[in-house]
């Protein structure tokens, strides 16, 4: 999330991208739903929504509100 907002050092789209998937594939759920971010705007990554959509399903279905929302 430092890496992202660059809170702490330079702002790192891409590494912060990176993280993101390690912790998500780990099944952290915030991870999730940024990733999905990640990939619904292209930060860091090619945009890519049918991927977006997948996270924000993985998180929703773990719970997260805010993804369930996004699943739209």
């Known amino acids: 999330l430092f890496l992202a907002q660059g809170e702490g050092g330079m702002r790192d789209a891409r590494e912060a991208a990176v993280w993101f998937r390690r912790a998500a594939e780990r099944g952290v759920v915030d991870s999730q739903y940024n990733l999905g971010l ?9 945009v890519n929504l049918g991927e977006a959509y997948r996270w924000f399903t993985i998180a929703a279905n773990a719970g997260d509100l805010k993804a369930r929302a996004r699943q739209i």
């Open 38 to 46: 990640v990939h619904e705007t292209g930060q860091g990554v090619a």
